[in-house]
């Protein structure tokens, strides 16, 4: 059974960055796409930013130019470099392993980690 910790969140002033990790155990994330969530108080989770197998990426537009995902397969970890962070981006942020059909991320395992709370204040 996979599971995923994440870790690197904190509390940060507009414009400021955060370099956020993912390591997962029961699995390997070599063969597989990963992505970042992320949900705000009273939303929906939504997708974030992905990195598939190879190493090609897709961003929302919302953090487009901003957010950079990595990978390293070694370790079963994904990262999440964050810079020029807005208000806007406070949300509690989560990884997981997913499928990408119909120009859309879905989640392949139902398990979500605590997720790290991220906090941007203007």
């Known amino acids: 059974q996979v599971q995923f910790v994440e870790s690197g969140g904190g509390l940060v002033q507009a414009g400021g960055s955060l370099r956020l990790s993912c390591v997962g155990s029961g699995s390997t994330f070599s063969g597989n796409d990963m992505a970042w969530f992320r949900q705000a108080p009273g939303k929906q989770r939504e997708f974030v930013t992905a990195i598939h197998s190879g190493g090609r990426t897709n961003d929302a537009d919302a953090v487009k130019g901003r957010f950079t995902i990595s990978r390293d397969n070694a370790k079963n970890a994904v990262f999440l470099q964050m810079n020029s962070l807005k208000p806007e981006d406070t949300a509690v942020y989560y990884c997981?392993?997913?499928?990408?059909?119909?120009?859309?991320?879905?989640?392949?395992?139902?398990?979500w980690g605590q997720g790290t709370q991220v906090t941007v204040s203007s």
């Open positions: 997981n392993v997913v499928t990408y059909f119909g120009g859309r991320y879905y989640p392949k395992t139902d398990y």
